[in-house]
């Protein structure tokens, strides 16, 4: 039977490309990397690596068992990683790419007196749910427009899950300096059709999305428009690039980046801030709801300038 610690050492030496580095790696000897080899070969039947004089290269099937064993090794440490924390008070979450939600988890977090285990990941909506769905995150917060409310629902009802609304706040444009609607104070939607966007995901429940199914005309251009999951190139096309972004107003006592202002959508949209879960959200995730709840502060904008 192959055991992890074969494995530990055969990914090491695919990835050193020498039994020697790899030795080095696993605080042991290069002849008893050569032994914990040689005995895997033989017991799988197998040649894992060409030797040379420069070290060794994985052989095809090398290659092929280096891909399952890289899976276990990081479901190994995964597995370690858990029990290390099981006697520490855990809080696991994701979220929507928010600057205003990360700073309120690093506000619990000095709030508890850094006595939590926190992991917090970011992504789309459609990630979201799979973390939570799949035991990875206690809860996900997520941005919805209210006219996809009903099929956001319907999908959570699909996949297990429940929701509650923690606020709501109007779809904004947010512009950097450089773009020519830099100074007005609100628009319309069908204004936007020949402007050029960025956005954080392009999944069925993004903001963008929602904005087409209500402007259809601009589907075009969010179509065309540069993704990215970085907050910082967004920013960057937003100021540098004359970019538009669909975003919510900034909250919690954060600033929009220097340089970007957002402007108010004329009639409004509503964007609710929702909280998604597998279980009743108990424990840590629960103080973690109820604090951003008696934290809630409005929004803060920055529409300067004239009506468009």
Do not use: W
Request: proline share 4%.
């Amino acid at each position: 039977m192959i055991e992890l610690k074969q494995l530990q050492f055969f990914t090491a030496c695919v990835e050193e490309g020498s039994f020697s580095r790899a030795a080095e790696v696993l605080y042991t000897s290069q002849p008893n990397v050569s032994k914990v080899i040689n005995e895997l070969e033989k017991e799988i039947g197998i040649k894992l690596f060409e030797r040379g004089g420069r070290g060794v290269e994985p052989t095809e099937d090398g290659r092929n068992i280096y891909q399952y064993a890289y899976e276990m090794i990081k479901k190994e440490r995964s597995i370690s990683n858990l029990i290390k924390s099981k006697n520490k008070d855990m809080l696991r979450v994701c979220f929507n790419h928010s600057r205003s939600l990360a700073q309120v988890l690093a506000d619990y977090y000095d709030y508890k007196c850094s006595n939590v285990y926190i992991t917090m990941r970011e992504g789309d909506t459609d990630f979201v749910m799979d973390d939570v769905q799949h035991f990875k995150s206690d809860i996900g917060m997520t941005f919805i427009i209210e006219k996809q409310l009903p099929a956001f629902q319907y999908a959570l009802s699909r996949s297990g899950l429940e929701m509650e609304i923690i606020r709501e706040d109007p779809a904004q444009i947010s512009i950097g300096e450089k773009n020519h609607l830099s100074r007005i104070r609100s628009i319309r939607l069908d204004k936007l059709i020949d402007e050029s966007f960025v956005r954080h995901s392009d999944d069925y429940f993004s903001l963008e999305n929602g904005i087409c199914m209500l402007e259809p005309r601009l589907k075009p251009a969010i179509d065309n428009a540069i993704v990215s999951n970085s907050v910082q190139f967004v920013i960057n096309m937003l100021t540098d690039a004359g970019k538009c972004n669909i975003s919510v107003p900034t909250f919690y006592k954060t600033r929009l980046a220097s340089g970007v202002s957002q402007v108010m959508i004329d009639p409004p949209i509503k964007v609710f801030l929702v909280c998604i879960y597998r279980y009743k959200p108990a424990g840590f995730a629960l103080d973690f709801l109820n604090f951003i709840k008696s934290q809630n502060q409005a929004p803060t904008y920055m529409n300067p300038g004239a009506d468009i």
